[in-house]
């Protein structure tokens, strides 16, 4: 039967809404951490560089007052020091005398100068004695004038390239790191709450088919867990409602069938009598016969009633499905001839299942008669068995109207009958029964169309699997 209501579908956990949620959070994430590292690159270029400007211009400014306390010897003497202890070329000297002499420094004479600027090595000047992976590095400079001579100092700026190396090396890792620790924890979040609905929607199957005491097992105070509660109280309705409409109609039916018997017994020595009015034992054959149909209807609807509310548990014990089949063909086969139907039996083999004999053979007959009452004659009817390594399938195929898809399920309700039988006999209880006994046993019930029917019409193929003996 279809489930009155299912969440997402948790065989599809790519697919599910949480998962769905989980990945856009992800994506959210990473994008902010994007932008963030965006923000902090540039933020972090800025930073550098004024700091290297700040260095350049306080080195110069340095330089410059050594040149006017201490003249232009002592200042070619700091700036020697400098280049011969430190020969990394880290850092730009240069000291430009009156005419444009160059009296100290590491690099030559650039284009004149006063202030901040970038000086590229190669273009705007050469280090002296550079090393060749040196001579295309920038400079942060600063250039000041004292009278006639002019100073230059400044800073590589490889550093600022090393620190954004270091900063998108961290933020790459770092980020790695985050994603992968987001998408786990999503993932697992995302499983969670796909467990729990699988769970949900294990009872709302359960019920669908007819049990109506399976609970969601979910207190969590989440919107899951609401839902979960929501769905007990419904349930909880719903069963006071069916049992009690059940309760009224087995009621009825266990009130009703007494008197119908007594009415039968009465009117069946009737029909022995020499002195009836011409006619009257016509009309009394029928109300027998209509008596004893309502008894038979009245007995389905209790039989029906005490394998649901599992008063009637069956006697499970190993049985041949192969033989049990053939003894309940030979018993309605002379009821098919008499029909003008063909009934046969496929069954090729031993198909041992657990099961209740009687219960089993009832439903079968049930399957058989049905199949009797509505195909045509002459209608070809087969009972067959297939044993496989899960258990074994027990099926009725016929060659008649069939059912229509939209209304297979329809049909295994309590006194549904549908369009093209309501001309003929039958309560509309074949077919329950059969669903009460084959959910007893554990059996999967299946209707579809018989793809062997060769009339025309589509036929009925109703098979049940039963689980293997010891399952």
């Not at 929607?201 to 005491?213: I, M």
């Not at 207190?219 to 909880?236: H, K, P, V, Y």
């Not at 008669?369 to 067959?384: G, H, L, T």
Request: hydrophobic share 45%.
């Amino acid at each position: 039967m279809k489930p009155l209501l299912r969440l997402a579908p948790f065989d599809a956990i790519g697919r599910s809404s949480a998962m769905r949620l989980a990945a856009r959070l992800t994506a959210v994430f990473t994008v902010a951490i994007l932008l963030a590292g965006a923000v902090s690159f540039a933020v972090l270029t800025e930073e550098l560089r004024a700091r290297l400007d700040d260095q350049a211009q306080q080195l110069a400014k340095g330089l410059a007052d050594t040149l006017r306390k201490e003249g232009a010897a002592a200042l070619s003497t700091q700036i020697g020091a400098y280049t011969d202890a430190v020969d990394d070329h880290y850092s730009l000297y240069l000291f430009v005398g009156p005419g444009g002499k160059v009296l100290a420094g590491n690099i030559t004479a650039p284009a004149t100068f006063t202030g901040r600027k970038i000086l590229r090595a190669g273009k705007d000047m050469t280090l002296l004695s550079g090393e060749p992976d040196e001579q295309d590095h920038s400079f942060a400079a600063y250039g000041i004038r004292v009278g006639d001579a002019w100073i230059v100092a400044g800073r590589d700026t490889v550093w600022i390239g090393d620190s954004r190396e270091v900063l998108v090396q961290s933020l790459g890792w770092g980020l790695g790191a985050a994603l992968l620790i987001s998408i786990l924890f999503a993932t697992m979040l995302a499983r969670r709450s796909e467990e729990r609905i699988s769970r949900i929607n294990g009872v709302l199957d359960a019920v669908a088919c007819g049990d109506l005491s399976r609970r969601a097992r979910d207190a969590r105070d989440d919107d899951i867990g609401r839902i979960a509660g929501s769905l007990n109280r419904t349930l909880d309705q719903l069963e006071l409602s069916i049992e009690g409409l059940r309760q009224v109609s087995n009621d009825v039916a266990h009130d009703l069938r007494t008197p119908l018997t007594r009415l039968r017994n009465r009117l069946e020595p009737l029909l022995a009598r020499d002195d009836l009015p011409p006619g009257a034992d016509t009309q009394i054959a029928k109300a027998v016969e209509e008596t004893e149909s309502l008894v038979r209807t009245f007995n389905a609807v209790l039989r029906i009633a005490q394998l649901e509310g599992d008063s009637a548990r069956p006697e499970m014990r190993p049985l041949d499905l192969s033989a049990l089949a053939r003894d309940v063909v030979e018993m309605v086969d002379l009821v098919a001839e008499d029909a003008g139907d063909s009934l046969t039996l496929n069954a090729s083999g031993p198909a041992m299942v657990l099961g209740d004999r009687d219960m089993i053979a009832q439903a079968l007959t049930n399957l058989v008669e049905n199949a009797i009452r509505y195909c045509p004659a002459p209608a070809r009817i087969e009972v067959s068995v297939i044993p496989d390594l899960e258990g074994a399938i027990l099926a009725v195929s016929d060659d008649g109207p069939g059912i229509p898809g939209p209304d297979r399920t329809r049909a295994l309700r309590r006194f549904v009958r549908l369009d093209s039988a309501r001309e003929g006999e039958g309560s509309g209880l074949g077919l329950s029964l059969v669903a009460a006994v084959m959910r007893q046993h554990g059996a999967a019930l299946t209707l579809r169309d018989n793809p062997d029917a060769a009339s025309g019409r589509p036929g009925l193929r109703v098979s049940a699997r039963f689980p293997k003996a010891g399952d």
